[in-house]
């Protein structure tokens, strides 16, 4: 089976074809190198001593991209190509909308006309927006506070709406929660230009002194220790669940949307510390104002994922802060 993967020379993308690769699927992946490098298409060939198919150009680009339909005999595709910065989302909605929106639905289209109707998509809990309740259930009401969320959510009403025109189409919609931690090579991984907007390459930055120390957003959260909880995933798990929901398209039409996440929530201070201990380095801390828009606490209930997918979180948050940190080292 042949699976195109958009954006997969990105963070999840990249881990997501080692996966593909390892399990025998043949892989092209469509990158434009927005937020990625082409060094990293070796490193995925490295790590599978397999050869994948590759094309450079932007999924906006619908002569483009019916080029690769056209070369390549595509059975499903993985969509990860997307911008995903949500304060820079705020600050440039257009761009978000017109890049996201727009690949997505050239995608769909292209799709269509070749007669390929199984795909998986990328979207985020951040579709949940502020949960009443947790665990957080797929049933929840959606709802979103950035134009980031909004873009993704757009795009599940589309695949609904898809689906509904035509039965045919399999779709799987995976909310992710938040992915950290890289390859065990130490070869791919996720490493931000700049300023990072998740606490984890932050962290790491703060470890390797590109930074000079983190600042924790609040300790008065209600949580364990006051600092607020989230639901890490390590990225090689979340890769995997991929591969069940290629699975799962390859096998039954319809459209479902599952969350990916471990169903286990960590604090901010928890994972500090836990990165500090298992990588024998200091990441020194301030503890600042809330920032406006965060929550207590946010994770998953991943007992859908489980039954319909067979698929659970394996690697705990000291393989999570282990490989984030060897990703560093190996690629200083
Ligand atoms: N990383 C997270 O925390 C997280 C959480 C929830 C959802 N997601 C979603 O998962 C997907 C993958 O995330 P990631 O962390 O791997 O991001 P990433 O930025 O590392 O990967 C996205 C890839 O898509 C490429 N791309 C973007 N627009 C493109 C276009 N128009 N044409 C071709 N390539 C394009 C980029 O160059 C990049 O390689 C995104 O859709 C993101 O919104 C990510």
Same mark, same amino acid.
């Given at each position: 089976m042949k699976i195109l993967v958009t954006g997969g020379t990105g963070y999840i993308g990249s881990h997501t074809c080692c996966e593909l690769l390892e399990n025998d699927f043949e892989v092209v992946i469509v990158d434009n190198f927005f937020n990625s490098s082409p060094d990293v298409v070796g490193k995925i060939e490295e790590i599978s001593k397999k050869k994948v198919s590759f094309y450079e150009g932007d999924v906006c680009d619908k002569a483009f991209l019916k080029g690769v339909f056209e070369k390549e005999k595509i059975d499903a595709v993985i969509h990860f190509a997307g911008y995903k910065a949500v304060g820079e989302s705020v600050k440039k909605p257009l761009m978000y909308y017109r890049n996201n929106l727009d690949s997505t639905i050239t995608l769909l289209e292209v799709m269509q006309e070749f007669g390929c109707k199984k795909i998986v998509f990328s979207s985020s809990a951040?579709?949940? =927006?502020?949960? #009443?309740? !947790?665990?957080?259930? #797929? %049933?929840f009401p959606l709802h979103t506070t950035n134009p980031y969320g909004t873009t993704k959510l757009m795009i599940e009403d589309i695949l609904k709406d898809l689906y509904v025109s035509d039965n045919d189409w399999a779709i799987a919609i995976l909310r992710y929660f938040n992915p950290i931690g890289a390859h065990k090579s130490g070869l791919i991984g996720e490493n931000p230009n700049g300023?990072?907007?998740? !606490?984890m390459p932050y962290i790491v930055k703060v470890a390797n002194h590109e930074l000079e120390q983190l600042s924790v957003f =609040?300790? %008065?959260?209600?949580t364990v220790d006051g600092t607020g909880v989230r639901d890490y995933i390590h990225v090689v798990d979340l890769a995997k669940g991929h591969i069940k929901a290629i699975e799962k398209v390859l096998k039954d039409n319809g459209v479902d949307a599952y969350n990916l996440g471990t169903g286990n929530g960590y604090s901010v201070l928890q994972l500090v510390n836990t990165f500090m201990e298992v990588n024998g380095i200091n990441v020194p801390y301030k503890i600042v104002e809330r920032r406006s828009g965060d929550i207590d606490a946010c994770y998953a209930s991943t007992d859908k994922a489980n039954e319909k997918l067979n698929w659970h979180a394996e690697l705990g948050i000291e393989e999570m802060c282990r490989d984030a940190y060897n990703f560093v080292l190996k690629n200083k």
């Open positions: 951040t579709v949940y =927006g502020n949960p #009443e309740k !947790l665990p957080i259930t #797929e %049933d300023i990072p907007n998740n !606490l =609040g300790n %008065d959260y209600n």
